[in-house]
Nanobody, 116 residues
Framework: QVQLVESGGGLVQPGGSLRLSCTASGFTFRNHRMSWYRQAPGKERELVAYITTADGITNYADPVKGRFTISKDNAKNTVYLQMNSLKPEDTAVYYC?????????WGRGTQVTVSS
């Protein structure tokens, strides 16, 4: 069964940090690009970051550049999103995603709330 399961979300103060994890199963993780998206209430889903396969090339959306870092551990079939200097506008449900031959696969999401 192909699955992506996110974890690590929670409530954090502005300026704080969280690390999200997404553990994959059911496909060859190391051969697929992994992405993080987020969606705030009433807003469109937006790409946050992605990381490529063996080379590990990364890309980030402008609002998170310099604050977020995406990485992966192929041995654990896990992709991470380290989030530093969090702002209230980072509040959203965060989803990991990958594209397989037959479909896009999404996790169920993990809530990140940045508030005092």
């Amino acid at each position: 069964q192909v699955q992506l399961v996110e974890s690590g979300g929670g409530l954090v103060q502005p300026g704080g940090s969280l690390r999200l994890s997404c553990t994959a199963s059911g496909f060859t993780f190391r051969n697929h690009r992994m992405s993080w998206y987020r969606q705030a209430p009433g807003k469109e889903r937006e790409l946050v970051a992605y990381i490529t396969t063996a080379d590990g090339i990364t890309n980030y959306a402008d609002p998170v550049k310099g604050r977020f870092t995406i990485s992966k551990d192929n041995a654990k079939n896990t992709v991470y999103l380290q989030m530093n200097s969090l702002k209230p506008e980072d509040t959203a449900v965060y989803y990991c995603m990958t594209r397989l031959i037959w479909s896009d696969v999404w996790g169920r999401g993990t809530q990140v709330t940045v508030s005092s």
